[in-house]
């Protein structure tokens, strides 16, 4: 045995063929892969005192009530935000509390370990499928590095724990592992009920199934073994006048075609497998939970009043309904996410495998392809059946996004990966049946491990991408935490967007969390910002008075240099609004806001161009 052959044992040999230690390695190298990225934004997490994740503050800020149940009393933005969190994602958040380690603390470190998982169960089930420890590798590698170059993971949000939860569930179900299958199905309704719609709709693919008395059930195994029968002993004859019809010793064309059927009928059964009926039955169950459970801010905001708001319009803070077939479809949260799935390029690659396995005698490794491999079509039918079904159902369902963009991903992941891999046999192949080639196969090599493993430091400047948010303001965040805990903020400024989780005080309104799904919450909340727009540039002062009353206002907080239109201009989250465009227009026809007047007799305190107005003197001011 040559070096090139015993070398390439090691790398595209199935497990069936070669030792364990090939396994350890890739196994080992996969995980320490997902540790290095975890490390690297802990650097960056751990980077400064007041460092949060853009999603976070919607979905952390409140749960600091765990720690002070004193905190943000009677506020809008925190109890809505409580009652969309699921429940085990909650309940996560606040065991940890009760042992002293602080939710924005939590979500910081909570990605390494989230990651993990989803290494370890990526790398396992790309196995069940096709048993060569690199395309365990390959798969894991892709995968880890399309959570950490996108901001899902890292959010340590609802959305980061599908991974970690929803490929234990493909694993254990393709495993036919009952109890697995089912704590990872509790676990992903706990944290991720959208997951089990997905799931609820593969169980319904593979609970008929065709199946052999003498053979485990297997849902297209039964067709495959039908038309294979069926090509093997039917005989296509020419039908003559002197062949007499039912011979059984010269079986003719509609006689071939009679056995055939009978044969079907007598020795295959259709079944329901109970293993799936029984997930899908907890599916059932689970969907049911979340089904009856009123929200508190209801009703889900319907298409035909989505359709004329212009948060999601063109621009606007929730874009959605576009003109643009191409982005509504494959882009958005309106589309299946198409630029998320090819992230990183390699992914595309998965698109070759059914051409891969069509030509198997050029890639033989292909033949040690399990049947398992049908999660994955089964897969990808199930998230683009809910994917319209969400767009039939708009809103109810969520976003039609939600259904396609983190199953297609795992579906690439472990395509590309069996791709890849068949190409580096096949090419290890050639090299060794031309011995004059093979000084081609070790550059060939070095380019392909290169470019994969280090593509996201080659393409990315910063690399993992967290879009942690860091707070610049620390000088006002010690300042509102010295006030009282029922403090409220007016500010249109985007730093009130990081006071909720840096200075533990209620916000009137901000950027962040204008979410418009509920319209029990949104209604509220948009009127809290036409109202504070229109009187923060209002030029009477009874205007600014009357918010204040209105709702029970402590502190404003305003920029020096917030009263020129070139302030509001690039504002895209306040362009949405008419007021904003009618203050524009006043502030260039030189009629200046009321409030602007009284910047320093009622400043209680300023840092870096940001003025803390105190309610009680604005609204005590004369007219």
Known sequence: MTLTSKNKKFFTAPISQTSKSPLIFWFTLSLTISAVYGFLAWEKAFSSEYVIQDDARQHIFWMQRFLDPELFPHDLIADYFQSVAPAGYTFLYQLMAMVGIYPIFLHKILPMFLGFISTAYGFYLCLEIFPVPLAGFFSTLLLNQSLWMQDGLISATPKAFIYPLFLPLLYYLVRHHLLGTGISLLLLGLFYPQGVLIAAVIFIFRCGQIQKPTQKPGFFRGYQQLFVKGIKETRFLKFSADREFGNPQKPGFFRGYQELFVKSI????????????????????????????????????????????????????????????????????????????????????????????RFYAYFTLSQKIKHKVIILPQLILASFTLFFAAHLLLFKLHLPSRYTQHTLRIVLAISAAIALTLILDSLWSWAISQPGKRLFLLPVMMILFTGLIFYPQLTMSNFPWTYYQVGENPEIYQFFQQQPKDSLIASLSEEANNLPSFAQRSILTGREYAVPYHWGYYQQFRQRTLDLIQSQYSSNLADVQGLIEKYNIDFWLVERGAFTPGYLAPNSWLNQYEETTKAIAQLSAGIYPAIEQYLDRCSVFEANGLVVLSGECLKNIPM
């Open 266 to 357: 007598k020795e295959t059964r259709f079944l329901v497998d109970r293993f799936h009926v029984i997930c899908l039955g907890l599916a059932f169950f689970i969907l049911l939970y979340y089904s009856l459970s009123a929200s508190d801010f209801g009703p889900t905001i319907a298409r035909s009043q989505a359709q004329i708001l212009p948060e999601f319009l063109l621009k606007g803070r929730s874009q959605f309904f576009i003109e643009d077939s191409w982005n509504f479809w494959f882009h958005g949260r309106s589309g299946m996410g198409l630029a998320t799935i090819l992230t990183p390029v390699f992914m595309a690659f998965g698109f070759l495998l059914p051409v891969l396995i």
